[in-house]
């Protein structure tokens, strides 16, 4: 499955975005699909997810409270709504495919950039202040 990151830009502190996550090929209605984010000079590290039926999501303590993943198989599109975002949130941010049906059951492969696959080439975020 390859997946394409959208709806990035620019809004000020406190302002709100919709990311899209869109799916070709593969089977995306059976994958995990995670949000990261890559701030320049920083590893890439994981924002959110959620799992194939949408019904388990995860979040980084930092996104809890203020962003929302979802998920529409039928559109395979998965989505990141971020309210309240501060100029720490500006980064590139990405969405990945888990590689396995138990990507997500531990912290360690949740978080891990090396559990997901189909990479895109991810959406710019830049929260001013």
């Known amino acids: 499955v390859q997946l394409q990151a959208s709806g990035g830009g620019l809004v000020q502190a406190g302002g709100s975005l919709k990311l899209s996550c869109a799916a070709s090929?593969?089977?995306?209605?059976?994958?995990?699909i995670s949000w990261f984010r890559q701030a320049p000079g920083k590893e890439r590290e994981f924002v959110a997810a959620?799992?194939?039926?949408?019904?388990?999501?995860y979040y980084a303590d930092s996104a809890k409270g203020r962003f929302t993943v979802s998920r529409d198989n039928a559109k395979n599109t998965v989505y990141l709504q971020m309210n309240s975002l501060k100029p720490e949130d500006t980064a590139v941010y990405y969405c990945?495919?888990?590689?396995?049906?138990?990507?997500?059951?531990?912290?360690?492969?949740?978080?891990?950039?090396?559990?997901?696959?189909?990479w895109g080439q991810g959406t710019q975020v830049t929260v001013s202040s």
């Open positions: 990945g495919a888990g590689t396995s049906t138990s990507t997500l059951l531990s912290l360690r492969g949740r978080l891990s950039p090396s559990s997901y696959t189909g």
């Open positions: 090929g593969g089977t995306f209605s059976s994958r995990a």
């Open positions: 959620t799992s194939y039926s949408g019904q388990r999501t």
